[in-house]
């Protein structure tokens, strides 16, 4: 069965950066893509860029170009997502999910649990 | 850059009863639209993709329709664990886009 398994919770100061890692099983990494959604306390869902797990081209949000980048092992199925610059908006839940094919925007079927990043001094 | 809109924001129902959920895109995404739902200190859930294709173990209650611009998602008849918060995506094109959300709440 698919599992998309991420990283522990993290407290940065403004500032740092993160990384956030996710590790995928139970499917061809390299035959999907992987999308990263965050959701600010109380807030909706924000779409942040994706990656394609065959290629490991991405496409990112206008709003966190040049502050993101998101990369990929596709021998170790892992999927990761740096933040830079970390602000305090930046608090959120962060979480990774399967995205439809490896080279085009699809709908996300599958989901980690989610890491928390809060940012504060 | 395409933006979802979802109305209502929020929806009283009653158990047993029927909820209409709108998604209205800023532009013409084909069917490239999926639905979600979220319970608190959850990750979201795929309901609906391709506008109108349950996703795997939903069940029958739910169904999506539209093309277009303009999508529907109807719950036939609420159950007690249908309660949550709802958010349509259009995955046409990027930058992928949510809704801002329709919380679905017992009336």
């Known amino acids: 069965q698919v599992h998309l398994v991420q990283s522990g919770a993290e407290v940065k100061k403004p500032g740092a950066s993160v990384k956030v890692s996710c590790k995928a099983s139970g499917y061809n990494f390299s035959s999907y893509g992987v999308s990263w959604v965050r959701q600010a306390p109380g807030q909706g869902l924000e779409w942040m860029g994706w990656?394609?797990?065959?290629?490991?081209?991405?496409n990112y949000a206008q709003k966190f170009e040049g502050r993101v980048t998101m990369t990929r092992d596709a021998s170790t199925g892992t999927a990761y997502m740096e933040l830079r610059s970390l602000r305090s908006d930046d608090t959120a839940v962060y979480y990774c999910?399967?995205?439809?094919?490896?080279?085009?925007?699809?709908?996300?079927?599958?989901w980690g649990q989610g890491t928390l990043v809060t940012v504060s001094s | 850059e395409i933006v979802m809109t979802q109305s209502p924001a929020t929806l009283s129902v009653s158990l047993g009863e029927r909820a209409t959920l709108s998604c209205r895109a800023s532009?013409?995404?084909?069917?490239?639209l999926a639905w979600y739902q979220q319970k608190p200190g959850q990750a979201p859930r795929l309901l609906i993709y391709?506008?109108?294709t349950r996703a795997t173990g939903i069940p029958a209650r739910f169904s999506g329709s539209g093309s277009g611009a303009d999508f529907t998602l109807t719950i036939s008849s609420l159950q007690s664990e249908d309660f949550a918060v709802y958010y349509c995506?259009?995955?046409?094109?990027?930058?992928?886009?949510f809704g801002q959300g329709t919380k679905v709440e017992i009336k």
């Open positions: 532009q013409f995404v084909s069917n490239y």
């Open positions: 999910a399967r995205d439809g094919i490896a080279v085009a925007p699809g709908h996300n079927d599958f």
């Open positions: 391709g506008a109108s």
């Open positions: 995506q259009q995955y046409n094109n990027w930058p992928q886009a």
């Open positions: 990656i394609s797990g065959y290629t490991g081209s991405t």
